[in-house]
Structures are given as structure tokens and as C-alpha cells.
């Protein structure tokens, strides 16, 4: 009897014996995989196992670097991280139009992607149509080909008449980032609308809510707290994508580092430092507002 009784639960899938599903069971990366050197493989998919000790190899190695960068470092001329320090608040100052063009590129693109994505929802299908090519087109389109076509294309100065309005890169640089901003808050808008329950709108229209009504008044204010996290998402990776701006000539952090380089006689052993310190200050940046943005995704996530 207990013999019997053995041989059964071992048969109890996912207790004793290896479930005989072919159902796709996402498993913990930690662990049941085959290990591979920094890898580790479940069911033909690679998962990076990143140790604290791998952190501390990365820090010797980047000790020994420097230490080299330090001895290959002429006599008579001063050392990388003093170069560095010399050139620090020229950086810093570009990294300061880096801002900038992600503050002003994010502000135009959450305003047009809004109204871009409520067009999406509209009742009226030629409406829907354009808002929908619009949107797609602006998605789809490289970032680096839309930047070249506004600064090439895109006047100098506009003249009203009355007055002649400069345009220099640096707002070029907005517009030309704020294009696909638009067209992906655009998408957060349409899905953040269309995941409120139906019942949202009935009840609406039972109390003779006008649909404008319903959308200002009723659907929004609750989209606002689903669209939280991917706005932040996105404006990170506007953050991240400013220095693109640097190849059509504006003054920003990258820019300015080449130009300190250039100062210093583009000695070999400065490559490393000055950008090391341009990708530090970009993480730290960035950094904390992902780490925001995943706290949002989890305390609004929806419960079902």
C-alpha cells in the first residue's frame, strides 16, 4: 500500500517528478538551467547571472586602466584626472543643453501626442485614419533620419512680417525629437483610453454625460495613473537619445567633450576618462528615474 501510494505521488506533476506539459512555463532564471560561463540557459533562451563578485572584477579592471592611462600620460603635461577636472564644468555645461532639449522635446511631444491620441479614439473615421497613418509614420521612422530631415530642412529663421524669429540648432534639435515622442505618447494615450472598462462609458452615458464630458471628466483621470510609468519610460529615452544632436553640430555634452579633447591635443589616453565621465553622468542621471518609474508601474499596476 504505501509502496503504491509512493509510486502515485511521484507521478504528481511539478511535486517529485518533471510536469509533462508542453505548455510554455516561464521558469526562474536562478535556477533548473544550465549554466554557460556569465550565462544561463532555459529552454534555448541566454539569461545574464551577474554576481556582486563580477561587479568587483569590473571595478579592478577599470583600476587598471586608469593606472595605465596614468603611466602613459607624457612627462610635463598633467594627468587624465586632472585634465579632467580642468575640463569637468565645460562638460557639465553642455550636459545642461542636454536637459534642456529633453524638458522642452518631452513638453511638445506629451501636448501633441495627447491630442494625437484622443484623435485615435475618435468616434469620426477620417479622423481616426489620419491620427492612425500619423502616428505610425513618426513611430516607425529612425530618430537619427528624422533629426537630420529637421535640421536640413527646417529654416533658419522664420519671418513673420512684423518680426524675424531666429531658429537655432538646439530648438531644431527639439522639434526634431519631439516628432517621435509625439507619435509613441500617442499610443499610450490610445492604450491607456481603451483599457478603461466599458462599463466606464455606460454609466457615463446613462447620467447623459456629452462624450467630451466623459472623456475629460471620466476617462482620463483615470488613464493618468497607467500612463505614469511608460511617460517616464519614454522620457528617459529621450534623455539618452539627446546626444544625437551632437553630429549636426549642437553644443551639447558630447560636443563639448570633443571640443576639451581637441584643446588637450587629442591625447590617446584622455579618450577614456573625459567619455567614462560622460557616461556617468548620464547613468546617474537617468538611473533614479527608471527606478521611479518601476515603482509607479508596480503600485498602479491593475489588479485583476
Known amino acids: 500500500m504505501l509502496g503504491l501510494a509512493g509510486s502515485t505521488a511521484s507521478r504528481i506533476p511539478g511535486v517529485d517528478a518533471r510536469p509533462a506539459t508542453d505548455l510554455p512555463v516561464l521558469l526562474p532564471v536562478g535556477g533548473g538551467g544550465r549554466r554557460e560561463g556569465l550565462f544561463v540557459r532555459h529552454d534555448g533562451l541566454a539569461f545574464l547571472d551577474l554576481k556582486a563578485r563580477h561587479g568587483l572584477w569590473l571595478a579592478a579592471l577599470f583600476v587598471l586602466w586608469w593606472g595605465a592611462a596614468q603611466a602613459a600620460t607624457p612627462q610635463g603635461v598633467l594627468w587624465p584626472i586632472e585634465t579632467l577636472v580642468k575640463w569637468m564644468p565645460f562638460i557639465l555645461k553642455g550636459f545642461v543643453l542636454n536637459l534642456v532639449i529633453s524638458f522642452l522635446a518631452m ?110 471628466m471620466i476617462i482620463l483621470p483615470q488613464c493618468i495613473k497607467r500612463m505614469i510609468p511608460p511617460w517616464i519610460n519614454w522620457y528617459c529615452i529621450l534623455a539618452m537619445a539627446t546626444p544625437l544632436c551632437s553630429i549636426m553640430g549642437v553644443e551639447e555634452s558630447v560636443t563639448h567633450t570633443a571640443q576639451a579633447l581637441n584643446a588637450e591635443g587629442d591625447r590617446p589616453e584622455l579618450l577614456g576618462p573625459f567619455y567614462m565621465f560622460l557616461l556617468i553622468i548620464f547613468f546617474v542621471y537617468t538611473y533614479p528615474i527608471t527606478r521611479i518609474s518601476i515603482r509607479l508601474e508596480k503600485k498602479y499596476a491593475v489588479k485583476i
Do not use: C, H, Y
Not at 536640413?152 to 512684423?162: A, H, M, S, V, W
Open 107 to 216: 513638453a511638445i511631444g506629451t501636448v501633441a501626442g495627447t491630442a494625437l491620441g484622443l484623435m485615435q479614439v475618435s468616434l469620426l473615421p477620417p479622423v481616426r485614419a489620419a491620427s492612425w497613418s500619423v502616428t505610425q509614420f513618426f513611430r516607425n521612422s529612425p530618430w537619427l533620419v528624422l533629426l537630420f530631415a529637421i535640421m536640413l530642412l527646417f529654416p533658419f529663421e522664420l519671418d513673420f512680417g512684423f518680426a524675424i524669429v531666429p531658429v537655432p540648432d538646439w530648438m531644431k534639435a527639439v522639434i526634431g525629437f519631439s516628432l517621435p515622442i509625439m507619435a509613441n505618447i500617442s499610443e499610450v494615450v490610445r492604450g491607456a483610453v481603451l483599457s478603461i472598462p466599458t462599463g466606464q462609458w455606460e454609466s457615463a452615458e446613462s447620467l447623459a454625460f456629452t462624450r467630451r464630458q466623459t472623456i475629460w
